[in-house]
């Protein structure tokens, strides 16, 4: 993800972040920067030098200063999706540990291997969501692990009661 900034007094900043890596580039007026530490950058330019300096992740989101002035990349990420994103394992507990589910002919596999599932679930869903600028989209990710939870649950709780 690259965004361009325009400041009067600095010029033309050009920031790179990739969210898979975590690695971060920049340059000013077209001179690349050189990394100096793991969130510190500097830049020569033939009248001046720029150092920049990184501040926060993903999850808080992104900003950076050059010469105390401080420019957002990615906002910090909403509180709906820890919220969204911790259903299934919460939909996992408490459909697992159901005597009636089972009395009614509904198998929802629970205890460590319901648990391994919709955890595994609701930290993709976390993270994929937080990779994603679109509110729409975030929500559709959240709402597609908590469907594939369930009818992982369900198809493995089904598929152990079949084979007995």
Not at 70 to 93: A, D, Q, R, S
Request: glycine share 10%; charged share 10%.
């Amino acid at each position: 993800m690259t965004t361009v900034f325009n400041d009067p007094e600095i010029g033309n900043i050009e920031f790179s972040y990739n969210s898979f890596t975590g690695r971060y580039n920049a340059c000013i007026n077209g001179v690349k920067a050189t990394r100096i530490e793991k969130k510190v950058l500097l830049v020569s330019l033939p009248q001046n030098s720029y150092k920049i300096y990184i501040y926060g992740n993903l999850f808080s989101g992104i900003q950076f200063s050059v010469k105390e002035k401080t420019f957002v990349v990615t906002e910090k990420c909403p509180w709906y999706v820890y919220v969204l994103g911790v259903i299934p394992f919460i939909m996992t507990m408490v459909l697992g540990n159901l005597p009636m589910l089972v009395d009614a002919g509904f198998y929802y596999v629970g205890g460590a291997i319901g648990g391994g599932i919709s955890g595994l679930f609701s930290g993709l869903a976390i993270v994929f969501a937080a990779f994603t600028r679109k509110h729409i989209f975030r929500l559709l990710i959240l709402l597609l692990a908590i469907v594939l939870t369930f009818l992982a649950c369900w198809g493995i709780g089904s598929a152990i009661v079949s084979r007995h």
